[in-house]
């Protein structure tokens, strides 16, 4: 027994199928972007409070300097610690054979009461870059233009 689509059917099958294909093309054309975890010391327990962010899709060091930028802005969370002292930027960011150079600005040095310990930050922000980058091996930091470890 053959069964006769009517025209009702037939007309919401294709303007459902045309619903999907500008869904799925809109995501595409405008997607968020790639995910991040980001890790950051909570101000209450000490202990590491995990921030979640999209970024734009970028190629190559873009999307490791793009990242670095982010994370030394800080959390957005309101309990979480600044990685570094705020104003802390990244001059260079520079990945060479699974080597990532990265030349922070002097304003790391300057401690205020809201960043943790030097030592842990530097720990802490290596931590974050190894995470998400599984092609870094080795990261220099550099303040100044000066290697700092």
Do not use: W
Not at 66 to 80: C, N
Not at 95 to 116: A, H, V
Request: a positive charge.
């Amino acid at each position: 027994m053959e069964k006769k689509i009517d025209f009702v059917s037939l007309v919401l099958l294709i303007a459902l199928f045309a619903a999907f294909v500008f869904s799925a093309a809109a995501y595409f054309v405008k997607s968020p972007g790639k995910r991040y975890v980001f890790r950051f010391e909570s101000v209450d327990e000490g202990k590491t409070a995990i921030e979640s962010r999209f970024l734009p899709a970028k190629k190559g060091e873009d999307k490791i300097a793009l990242y670095v930028d982010e994370l030394l802005l800080g959390a957005k969370t309101e309990r979480s610690r600044p990685i570094f002292s705020p104003g802390t930027k990244a001059r260079l960011c520079l990945l060479r054979d699974k080597t990532l150079y990265i030349d922070l600005t002097s304003d790391l040095l300057y401690q205020d009461g809201n960043s943790g310990e030097i030592m842990e930050s530097i720990a802490l922000f290596k931590r974050n870059i190894f995470k998400n980058f599984h092609s870094v091996k080795n990261i220099e930091l550099f303040i100044d233009g000066k290697n700092i470890l």
